[in-house]
């Protein structure tokens, strides 16, 4: 069953979006969604990597032996991690401060080597590149929905400007690891009530 | 699934996975080299940038890109060159001194033509917040020590110098005027080095 290319890219937005959906990568899911600022900056350095990942490996999946594919995969994918963590540091170095040790953890963010794994090896570059970001896209959307919610009600502001009049008490639980977990169960909720057929 | 693997099978695995590893290594080595001087720069600038500027503030060039390389003793020390009415006469860098919680590093600025420190800023520090943090959230204790000539006695005044220290942070003075005394110690062995190689430098 042979999907066009606007469904591959389609599918990462919604019927399988990342964190929701296939529960996928919630390890930056949950946390570096405090602010709506490293929210999009982890989802826009994810998505660089899914999809040069994508297209390489796709590119490259017949010249790759299978019994040493997750080692070459692995390779692929921490070279443009490495890449990305040089060049937010040479660019974005507040951001790069800010989210720290999630940038090399991309390295090992499972929706990276499950799309390199179950897509990009079957499927041709421009399918795998339209795989790649449609997912980051659909990666970069939940953690800015999710960095919305904890940011506005944790810190009364967002993207760093404050929403409510000073008189706001910010509910800080929300920007706190258990805020991360509560939140995110109940947009998985809101999901699944969503996608009911 | 065959069982085992001959030689040949064996050899092809292997150059695959060296062949990536090495075109990895080789991108990589790349990419560093060409943005190795940039994150430099916004290393300087957002950890020391702030205190150099407020040190060297009114200067007619950037002094985190206008900065010296000295070799010193064992280590290399990056000197930051302030230019002044068109003179480059200004000269900061980095110490470390020991605080309450730990290491304290400390710019300091000084002014070739008087040897006159031009102001001293607290960069990083692990002193306890409110209390030996004002070495740098607070400027009163740092003011102190601008103007002060190389060869005053810069310890505080409870080892008979001539600096207050800051009311419940003895020891967090100390480590600031410390590493102040410190810097006089690498100034006096690199001045002949600094003039030098700025002379050099604009002809």
């Known amino acids: 069953m042979a999907k066009t290319t606007v469904q591959e890219f389609t599918k990462g937005l919604w019927a399988e979006v990342p964190p929701f959906r296939l529960v996928l990568g919630l390890c930056p899911t949950l946390a570096v969604t405090k602010s709506v600022e490293n929210g999009i900056g982890m989802g826009v350095a994810t998505t660089f990597v899914l999809i040069c990942s994508n297209m390489l490996i796709s590119m490259l999946r017949n010249s790759i032996p299978k019994r040493v594919r997750i080692a070459c995969f692995i390779v692929v994918i921490a070279t443009f991690v490495t890449v990305v963590e040089l060049l937010m540091q040479a660019y974005t170095y507040p951001l790069f401060l800010k989210l720290g040790i999630f940038i090399p953890l991309i390295v090992v963010n499972c929706i990276v080597l499950g799309r390199a794994e179950a897509f990009a090896a079957k499927n041709g570059v421009v399918a795998s590149f339209a795989d790649g970001l449609g997912m980051g896209l659909g990666f970069t959307l939940s953690l800015t929905a999710l960095a919305i919610v904890r940011e506005v009600l944790g810190n009364g502001t967002f993207y760093n400007i404050p929403v409510f009049g000073p008189s706001f008490k910010p509910f800080a639980f929300m920007v706190q690891a258990p805020g991360a977990f509560v939140c995110l169960g109940l947009m998985l909720c809101i999901m699944n009530v969503l996608g009911k057929k | ?203």
């Open chain 2, 1 to 203: 699934m065959e069982r085992g693997l001959n030689m040949r099978e064996m050899l092809k695995l292997f150059i695959a996975v060296v062949v990536f590893s090495a075109v990895s290594g080789g991108v990589l080595a790349t990419i560093q080299s060409a943005t190795k001087e940039k994150i430099e720069y916004q290393q300087l600038k957002f950890v020391k940038g702030p205190t150099i500027k407020a040190i060297m503030e009114g200067s007619s060039n950037d002094p985190l890109i206008d900065r010296l390389m000295i070799q010193d003793e064992a280590a290399k020390r990056n000197i930051f060159i302030g230019e002044f009415d068109g003179k480059r006469n200004t000269v900061a860098f980095e110490v470390f001194g020991k605080g309450y919680g730990g290491v304290l590093g400390v710019i300091v600025g000084v002014n070739l033509d008087n040897d006159e420190i031009v102001g001293i800023g607290v960069t990083t520090h692990s002193e306890t917040p409110g209390v030996g943090s004002r070495a740098k959230s607070d400027p009163s204790f740092a003011a102190q020590f601008k103007g002060k000539s190389m060869k005053d006695p810069l310890q505080i005044k409870a080892d008979g110098g001539e600096i207050d220290a800051m009311s419940g942070a003895t020891i967090t003075s100390r480590g600031v005027s410390g590493a102040v005394i410190e810097a006089t110690k690498v100034y006096e062995r690199l001045k002949p080095v600094i003039i030098e190689k700025i002379k050099e430098n604009k002809g």
